[in-house]
């Protein structure tokens, strides 16, 4: 059984950092790329960012390029996310999934990890 594990968030002051982790377990997905998304209350899930399986290829939505940085180590089937100048629209739950695009591919999704950021 797949199961998707978030961590890393917590409470954080607006201009500050946080780096968020995604273990895979009961399957790998170093063969795939992989995708952080993120939800706020009342609000749809939408897309951050994502890797391609070698870590060529980045992709950042808008509100967060130049502030995050998305990595992987296939070794340790994890994918992180470097958050910097946090700002408290950032304020959600995120989410990791294998993607394809910006896609997500497995129907199954972790728990997620909050990250509030106070103004």
């Known amino acids: 059984q797949v199961q998707l594990k978030e961590s890393g968030g917590g409470l954080v002051q607006a201009g500050g950092s946080l780096r968020l982790s995604c273990v895979a377990s009961?399957?790998?997905?170093?063969?795939?790329?992989v995708g952080w998304f993120r939800q706020a209350p009342g609000r749809e899930r939408e897309f951050v960012a994502t890797?391609?399986?070698?870590?060529?290829?980045?992709n950042y939505a808008d509100s967060v390029k130049g502030r995050f940085t998305i990595s992987r180590d296939n070794a340790k089937n994890t994918v992180y996310l470097q958050m910097n100048t946090l700002k408290p629209e950032d304020t959600a739950v995120y989410y990791c999934?294998?993607?394809?695009?910006?896609?997500?591919?497995?129907?199954?999704w972790g728990q997620g990890t909050q990250v509030t950021v106070s103004s």
């Open positions: 999934n294998p993607v394809i695009g910006t896609t997500p591919m497995w129907r199954s």
């Open positions: 009961g399957r790998t997905f170093s063969n795939y790329a």
């Open positions: 890797i391609n399986w070698s870590s060529s290829f980045t």
